[in-house]
T-cell receptor, first 113, second 114 residues
């Protein structure tokens, strides 16, 4: 089955700097890759996603890139702010009909003021 | 639209008991998935229900079961509770339509097994 690895497990950056989180997946049939942000005590929130037919997607300060050949995708956050501090999860899904996502273990991002 | 809701938000049970958790998806969504979140194992997929049928299942023992009603609301049941079942149980809803992937999480039910 699918396996998703995520690095780093913790990341500290200064406010205004960029943050990059990387994930790798094992199943070449995976075709949808969302990123979730989970603040302490809150539910995971979808922040950006990418489909396998797209190499890059951007939404304001957040971007995701996908390399299908290498089977990895990355989250890029620019001009980080203290409110970006949270745990970020990547995920992968293969089945077009089902919603059985495999999640990475998460990255705890701390943005220092 | 109202978001995904889960009840109860907190539960405390003892070993051997059983528990039922409830999830109401976003209006119009027909797919409900359940996840277990623990510090050690992260987010793990339990199962997905679509149109009252289990469509996908993760690698959890048979003590974990679920069902979905005609209004798309879903319940998850855990029987013979073990200490290791203590976790945050999240449900997520999506339209369930082929090619539409976005899923939205509820606030979770925090289960503590003593």
């Amino acid at each position: 089955g699918e396996n998703v690895e995520q690095h780093p497990s913790t990341l500290s950056v200064q406010e205004g700097d960029s943050a990059v989180i990387k994930c790798t997946y094992s199943d070449s049939a995976s075709n949808y890759f969302p990123w979730y942000k989970q603040e302490l005590g809150k539910r995971p929130q979808l922040i950006i996603d990418i489909r396998s037919n797209v190499g890059e997607k951007k939404d304001q300060r957040i971007a995701v890139t996908l390399n299908k050949t290498a089977k990895h995708f990355s989250l890029h956050i620019t001009e980080t702010q203290p409110e970006d501090s949270a745990v970020y999860f990547c995920a992968a899904k293969t089945d077009n009909y089902g919603q059985n996502f495999v999640f990475g273990p998460g990255t705890r991002l701390s943005v220092l003021p | 639209k109202a978001g995904v809701t889960q009840t109860p938000r907190y539960l405390i049970k003892t070993r051997g008991q059983q528990v039922t958790l409830s999830c109401s998806p976003i209006s119009g969504h027909r797919s409900v998935s359940w996840y277990q979140q623990t510090p050690g194992q992260g987010l793990q997929f339990l199962f997905e229900y679509f149109s009252e049928t289990q469509r996908n299942k993760g690698n959890f023992p048979g003590r974990f079961s679920g069902r979905q009603f005609s209004n798309s609301r879903s319940e998850m049941n855990v029987s013979t509770l073990e200490l290791g079942d203590s976790a945050l149980y999240l449900c997520a809803s999506s339209s369930g339509t082929s090619g539409v992937n976005e899923q939205f999480f509820g606030p979770g039910t925090r289960l503590t097994v003593l």
